[in-house]
C-alpha cells in the first residue's frame, strides 16, 4: 500500500525549460512534504519542503507547490539545468518518520 | 561536522553471513532510521529509532535487526544474508521537531551471492 506516489520513473526535459515533478499522496493526515536529489552513488540531500498551511514554497529555481484537496503536490524547476539530472524523491513526514514515493529520474539535455 | 557517516561503504556477503551496517550522526538528532534503495522501489523503510533504548520496525523490517544504546549509532544487522537483501542502505536521522528534514549518510551497496 504506497502512501506516496510517484507516476512517473522518467522525466527528460531541454536545459533552461521547465521540468515539472509530480506525487500524490493517500493519508490525508500527512502535514508535511520534502523533495529530495540523489546522484549515483551519493545518498539523497534535501532540496525543498512545503508545509500543509501553504500552497507554495519557492527557494531560488525550485518552487512546490501543495494541492491539499487533491492530495497532489508538484516540484518546478526553472530553468533547468544539466546539473539538475538526478532522480527527485518526494517524502511526506508521518509520525516519527519519513515515507518516500519511488522517485522520478530527471535528466536535462543540454 | 561530519552529519551521518556510514561504513562500510560496499560489502559482499555469502549466503547465511551475518554482518552489521554502521551508522553515526554527530548532530544529536533524536530520529533515526535505516532505508533500502531497490529499483523501481524508492526508498523503503527498515526500522527506525525516536531515541536511545527505542526501536521501531518499518515497512521491510524481516532479516534485519537494530539497537540503539547511544544517541549517535544506530548500526542495523543482517542475521543470516540472502541474496534478496542485496540493495543499497541508507541510514538517515533527524530532529524530533515536527517540521524537519531528514539527514542521510552516503549509502553502503550490499552484494548478497
Known amino acids: 500500500d504506497q502512501q506516496v506516489k510517484q507516476n512517473s520513473p522518467s522525466l527528460s526535459v531541454q536545459e533552461g525549460r521547465i521540468s515539472i515533478l509530480n506525487c500524490d499522496y493517500t493519508?490525508?493526515?500527512?502535514?508535511?512534504f520534502l523533495w529530495y536529489k540523489k546522484y549515483p552513488a551519493e545518498g539523497p540531500t534535501f532540496l525543498i519542503s512545503i508545509s500543509s498551511i501553504k500552497d507554495k514554497n519557492e527557494d531560488g529555481r525550485f518552487t512546490v507547490f501543495l494541492n491539499k484537496s487533491a492530495k497532489h503536490l508538484s516540484l518546478h524547476i526553472v530553468p533547468s539545468q544539466p546539473g539538475d539530472s538526478a532522480v527527485y524523491f518526494c517524502?511526506?513526514?508521518?509520525?516519527?518518520?519519513?515515507?518516500f514515493g519511488t522517485g522520478t529520474r530527471l535528466k536535462v539535455l543540454a | 561536522n561530519a552529519g551521518v557517516t556510514q561504513t562500510p561503504k560496499f560489502q559482499v556477503l555469502k549466503t547465511g553471513q551475518s554482518m552489521t551496517l554502521q551508522c553515526a550522526q554527530d548532530?544529536?538528532?533524536?530520529?533515526m532510521s535505516w532505508y533500502r534503495q531497490d529499483p523501481g522501489m524508492g526508498l523503503r523503510l527498515i526500522h527506525y529509532s525516536v531515541g536511545a533504548g527505542i526501536t521501531d520496525q518499518g515497512e521491510v523490517p524481516n532479516g534485519y535487526n537494530v539497537s540503539r544504546s547511544t544517541t549517535e549509532d544506530f548500526p542495523l544487522r543482517l542475521l543470516s544474508a540472502a541474496p534478496s537483501q542485496t540493495s543499497v542502505y541508507f541510514c538517515a536521522s533527524s530532529y524530533r521537531t515536527e517540521n524537519t528534514e531528514a539527514f542521510f549518510g552516503q549509502g553502503t551497496r550490499l552484494t548478497v551471492v
Open positions: 548532530m544529536n538528532h533524536e530520529y
Open positions: 493519508n490525508s493526515m500527512f502535514d508535511y
Open positions: 517524502a511526506a513526514k508521518g509520525t516519527y518518520k519519513y515515507i
